[in-house]
């Protein structure tokens, strides 16, 4: 009985001997246990243990740490082009050309006879431009001109009119026979027999001879003062038909100081239709018909 008790006693200190062991095998290796909480009062410090830190709590997010990376050497920037001057683009003027092939350039003088040349179409304007139409019949009471130059002949005497001077439109086309009437006349009242004055210049052009035959020109006086002669000159009219006519393609064909060149002594009435480039050319350069020519014959330009 007494052995069985001894025994019993044994037994109950080894367990008590191997349970001591136990617990304190595992207070010493925290990683082999779901470790719930832990402290000071252990005096336990598992791996990466910090005062103060709560076991099992949400990690913080980690901290930037802000710092400027050491500057790595940039390569040498190429240097910048040198600044352009600007250069203004200066469009190039086109040379002037005109084709004296065309009909409004149609050269009559003393040296170039048309013979016995016919426009195509005339067409009769009223003299004093009161009416404005064209008329296509004969009519005694107008004049004709090619009907080509018949509405930049009355668009220059009506603005004329507007500038407040009177216009007559004194004489315009005839006819090969006609300008041999009147070259036959008008040498019969000076007594000559060549139609030239004593410095050699026309005063009337034989037939064939006469711009007027062309149908192109036009003589324009004052409505009051119907004579051609030098006292025309200086008329406010005619010298505002002289400032003005290039703009509808007119020129003033005879000036005083060019009948050397034109054959023709000065006729302050006497205007010529070339169109308006031409006619701002000759006129801006003071030239003649017969100039203007010798500028541009042969395809010759400026």
């Known amino acids: ?58 990690p913080e997010a980690p901290i930037q740490m802000e710092y400027a990376p050491a500057p790595t050497e940039q390569p040498a920037a190429a240097p910048a082009p040198a600044e352009q001057p600007v250069v203004e683009t200066v469009p190039t003027e086109q040379p002037l050309r005109f084709d004296l ?13 048309i013979d016995q040349y016919e426009p195509e179409n005339l067409v009769y304007l009223n003299m004093t431009a009161d009416e404005t139409d064209f008329q296509t019949s004969y009519n005694p009471n107008r004049i004709a001109v090619d009907a080509r130059i018949a509405q930049p002949l009355m668009d220059m005497a009506l ?12 004489s315009g ?26 410095n050699g210049h026309y005063i009337t052009m034989p037939a064939g001879c006469s711009e007027h035959q062309t149908g192109l020109s036009c003589d324009i006086t004052d409505y009051y003062q119907p004579t051609k002669n030098s006292s025309l000159d200086d008329i406010p009219t005619l010298v505002w038909l002289r400032e003005n006519c290039a703009d509808y ?21 006497h205007f010529r239709y070339v169109g308006q480039d031409a006619a701002r050319y000759i006129m801006d350069n003071h030239l003649t018909l017969e100039e203007f020519w010798q500028q541009f014959g042969d395809s010759a330009s400026v």
């Open 159 to 170: 603005a004329c009119k507007a500038a407040g001077l009177p216009v007559y439109l004194s």
């Open 249 to 269: 393609g007119f020129i003033w064909r005879f000036p005083s100081d060019k009948s050397d060149v034109t054959g023709v002594m000065g006729e302050s009435w």
């Open 101 to 113: 092939s065309e009909w409004q350039y149609m050269l009559v003088n003393g040296d170039h006879s």
């Open 173 to 198: 086309y005839r006819s090969y026979s006609d300008q041999a009437a009147n070259f036959t006349r008008v040498c019969q009242n000076n007594g000559i027999t060549d139609g030239k004055d004593s």
């Open 1 to 58: 009985m007494k052995n069985r008790v001894g025994r019993i006693i044994v037994a109950i200190l080894a367990l008590i001997a191997f349970g001591f062991y136990a617990y304190r095998y595992e207070q010493t290796h925290w990683h082999s246990a779901d470790v719930e909480a832990w402290g000071p009062a252990t005096g336990l410090h598992p791996e990466g243990f910090e005062q103060g830190v709560v076991m099992n709590q949400e």
